[in-house]
């Protein structure tokens, strides 16, 4: 059976993700705001996405 395009997103953004060799971060966006664009597009509220994003960027450092 042959999945839409919307199908297969969804599928790689919720069940098989992505590694890229390079780090692929949008340069205009914070470290922080770069976290919370998969988190976005996994469905994530707003507000949600900028909690799980300050926590793990607080675990990493990355906040000021």
Do not use: H
């Not at 949008?26 to 469905?43: C, F, I, M, R, S």
């Amino acid at each position: 059976k042959e999945m839409s395009d919307s199908s297969l997103g969804k599928l790689r953004n919720q069940k098989i993700g992505f590694v890229f060799q390079n780090f692929n971060l949008l340069p205009k966006l914070t470290a922080w705001e770069n976290v919370q664009v998969p988190l976005v597009y996994a469905g994530l509220s707003a507000n949600d996405s900028k909690k799980i994003a300050y926590e793990y960027c607080s675990c990493a450092t990355l906040l000021p």
